[in-house]
Every structure is written in C-alpha cells, then in structure tokens.
C-alpha cells in the first residue's frame, strides 16, 4: 500500500500521526510510507528526519491520494479545518485517526458519503489484545502528569514538606477526581511532588489502584453499583446522584490545594462534579485544573482554552495537554497507530473486512455508509440490514457410504 501522513491543521494539535522511528516497520513490510511536508515540525521533526527514515515527502493533495491516510484528528474532530479535506476522500481511500465519533456522528456521516473507509482510534475495545493500540490511554497518561505540572506552577503554594531553619511548610493538599489513566497518572505525579493525596472515583474498583500509589481513597455514602460500563468506563448517573455527590464533595474540596478533574462519559458531556458554590467554599489561591474542559467541564466555572478566576480560585481549562508535549505523545500515537495498521493488514486489510472484534468496534464508514451500530444510532440512522446469506444449492449426490 502507500501509506500517508498529513499534517495536522486544527489549531493548537502539534503531534504528528508517525514519527520517522515508525517508518522503518512500514517499509520493511513493502508498502510506501509518504509524508507530507512540513508534517512533524511542530512536534520536533524535520523532513530530512523523515526522508532519513526513507519516507517519500509529498504535497497535502498527494498524500490524500494514498490508500491510508494516517493522522491525529479526522472528521469531526478537526472542526471546519476538515472541509477542505473531505472533498480530497473517495472510495478509494481509508483514513485511520482519531474522529470523535460519538460526539461528532453527523461529520462522520458526512465522511462516509464520500465512500471512504473511515476507522475511528477512540473505539478501540479495552481488552487485553488491544492495548498497545489504545490512544486514549497512551494520551489521557500524559495529560494527568502534564495537569498536576500546570497546577502546582499556578498554586500559590509548594506541593511538598519543607523544614527549614525558617520554620516547617506543610504540605499541600491535591485531590484528583476521577481514577482512569489520566487520574492515576495525576495521583502518581502529585504524590512524587511530595502533596498529600486524595482520590475520588465513582467506581469503587478503583479503590486498591488509587491505595497503591500512596493516595487516600475518598469514599462517599453513595450507592455506585451500576456506576461501570462493561468496557470499563465510567457510566452516566442520574441528576439525583450527581446532585448528593457534589454535596457530599463539597466538603474534601473546600480543605483541598489543588483539584485535578478527569470524569468524562464517552460521547455525552462530562458531568458536572464541582458546582459555582463549591468553588466560591475553596480558600482563596486554589486550583482547578479541569481535563475535561473540552467537553465542556467537570467545573461549572471551567471556560474552555481558558484560566480564570472565581473568588480567587485559579480554574484551568486546557483543551488538549497531550499536544503541549508533542515529541513524546507523538512517539506514543505513532506505536498506537502502528500496531493497530499491522493487526487491520493481518486481519485481510485492505482486501476484505473482519470480524475480529478490534477491526469491526472501530470501523465506522465503509462503501458509502456509516457501519458502526452505536455511531448509527446517535446519527439517527436505523441499523443496517444484515447482508443476504446466499440459499444453499440442492445436491445431486446421494448419500455418502459408509
């Protein structure tokens, strides 16, 4: 196959779909790996990086020409920056990225008119086969680490105990809401940095991972049993349940430094976990780093993109950290990207589809269609027909002997 890298146009995204260091298993393998100029710059790679590497450097209009094109953000995910490169997909062409299908279906409704082949990296399945391909966990670690960082520089305070001759410095108080990959990366990061460390997760389970980093466990009088979807994320709850929680929570953030929040529910706007109020009971030159600001907030106060202040509480809403340290997240994705292209080749790609369950949860568009049942449904599309199976031909022989 030719396989392509584009640059990413979405303002802000500065990590690049395949560092030079990934090209060398494409080419080994026969395919053709292009690159389109200028495309690694931003996160610290030159074209004579990945001419080095043997990849062949093309124009935008070229790469979009290739079997599979590769990159960060596709379809809805890139915003109006995607308009101009939709007109470049045929059917032709399958397009490996991360699309936000679940919060974006209409764009990908829209991507697959174009008949294109469309994958979307945010669906691939938790299990254990998987998780070298899984992106939102490689990207949500580094996020966690790079949210205590940006916390504890706005903080007014220091994170760690200090005694000195001048006297002794308690130290500060971070409490991580939220207990998947970016709050355990958050909880390790804080506790390193010498904070005291609390932990709140609506799902119970969590309870010996936030233990094991040293972190204290906040449990609250709630009734959680159907707080975990099968895949292991985190589900909606009711507005009552939402309601006793903050209440309850109000109390551990009013005595807390530093509030780092990780809460988001896959395709639905990130629950509200900390209301005006409880911000306004925080003591004046406190944080809140909000990871979840760009689906809208776990914060009432959180402005996306934004740091302001509410009664003299810094609020953070940083929409994409992972781009902020682009060299390495970079190198992350490109693993993630890698594994997954050479699982989908394994499976029969690009001759025919699989069933294997990692090829058939992240195929969204396919011959003109949108194919994956829950992008679908949020579309407002009805499921597709099963394909005919084809009547059994009558035999002629008799019966065999024995």
């Not at 004579?48 to 953000?73: I, K, N, P, T």
């Not at 032709?92 to 299908?101: E, K, L, N, Y």
């Not at 005694?163 to 207990?179: C, F, Q, S």
Request: hydrophobic fraction near 45%; aromatic fraction near 4%; glycine fraction near 10%.
């Amino acid at each position: 196959m030719n396989i392509a890298v584009v640059k990413e146009l979405f303002p802000g995204e500065n990590r690049v779909a395949l560092v030079p260091a990934a090209i060398a298993p494409l080419i080994k393998t026969g395919h053709t790996v292009r690159v389109e100029r200028g495309a690694g710059a931003a996160a610290g790679f030159t074209d004579d990086d990945y001419a080095a590497a043997g990849a062949v450097l093309v124009d935008r209009d070229e790469a979009f020409c290739s079997d599979c094109v590769l990159a960060v953000r596709i379809g809805g995910n890139c915003g109006e920056s995607w308009a101009a490169d939709r007109g470049k997909l045929s059917a032709g062409t399958t397009v490996i990225g991360m699309a936000d299908p679940l919060g974006s279906c209409q764009a990908c409704a829209a991507d697959a008119a174009t008949g294109a082949t469309i994958y979307a990296l945010e669906l691939v399945p938790r299990i254990t086969r998987a998780q070298s391909m899984d992106v939102l966990s490689s990207q949500a670690n580094i996020a966690g680490y790079r949210a205590v960082l940006l916390g504890a520089l706005t903080l007014k305070k220091i994170l760690p105990m200090m005694t000195t001759a001048a006297g002794t410095i308690r130290p500060a108080k971070a409490l991580i809401l939220g207990a998947g990959v970016a709050g355990l990366q958050a909880i390790a990061t804080a506790k390193r940095l010498g904070a005291q460390v609390l932990a709140y997760d609506v799902r119970p389970a969590v309870k010996e991972q936030v233990e094991s980093l040293g972190a204290k466990f906040v449990e609250l009088p709630l009734e959680t049993g159907t707080s975990e979807t099968k895949g292991g994320y985190a589900k909606a709850m009711s507005e009552d349940f939402y309601r006793q929680q903050q209440e309850l929570l109000g109390k551990v953030i009013a005595e807390c430094d530093l509030v780092v929040t990780t809460a988001l529910i896959p395709g639905k706007p990130a629950p509200i976990l900390i209301t005006r109020e409880m911000v306004a009971g925080m003591q004046p030159g406190s944080v809140v780093v909000d990871l979840a600001a760009e689906r809208g907030g776990n914060c009432e106060a959180t402005t996306p993109g934004e740091t302001c202040s509410v009664n003299g509480v810094s609020i953070l809403g940083p929409t994409n950290l992972p781009a902020e340290v682009a060299t390495h997240t970079s190198q992350l994705y490109a693993r993630n990207v890698i594994t997954f292209l050479q699982h989908l080749i394994s499976s029969g790609f690009p001759a025919e589809p699989s069933d294997d369950e990692i090829c058939r949860e992240t195929l969204v568009a396919k011959g003109g269609e949108l194919v994956h049942p829950r992008v679908r449904e949020l579309a407002g599309l009805p499921p597709l027909e099963p394909p005919a199976t084809a009547a059994a031909e009558p035999t002629t022989e008799g019966p065999a002997s024995s």
